[in-house]
């Protein structure tokens, strides 16, 4: 399998039987730069936000979906205090190659015990540093209920060579203070980490 950063919300999960772009924000690619004939499109935003038409597959709310040879599973957390909000944002999860991929989206509420039974065992986890409604804290308390692998945030700024001042904020509430950005990660199920592993991603141009 192999992960790329696209750029702004949106990565690339580029499997054996196809590929999924998630948090793509409406922005559907023009059909003749798809990547590949079997491609998968979730939003984890709000079911009712528009969204770019296309004849790809295209998922904008929980649910289980098998497309292609490909499990994906849609967890509605909270978009905001659910106290004051029905709203919802869905964190997906990936199911190929043997790998759990999960989409945090743009949580603004901690999930519930439930959400989390339903998210279920995590491999990695894509996250977009730059819009988030959790604090820092509470992404990293996130984090370590879901326990991945290996994380995967956006917001490194490739024309500076450093990351985002979100991102550095996540990074060092994670403890990290080196790290080597790459293009894309590719990983199977044999080489995870024992230990949770941060992969800091260059957006593709």
Known sequence: MEIRWLGKATFEIRSSVGVVLVD???????VTKLPDDNTVFVYSQNDHVPHAKSDSHVLTGPGEYEIGGISIRGVATPADNPAISRDINTV??????GLQVASLGNPGHQPSAQSFQQISKVDILVLNTESQGLETEELSTLIRNLEPKIVVPSGYDLETGKPSPAMNRFLSELGVKEFEPTSKLTVTNKSLPDERTIIVLQPIT
Do not use: L, R, S
């Not at 793509?24 to 023009?30: A, S």
């Not at 997906?92 to 190659?97: H, L, Q, R, S």
């Open 24 to 30: 793509h924000q409406g922005e559907i690619p023009n």
């Open 92 to 97: 997906y999860v990936v199911d190929a190659d």
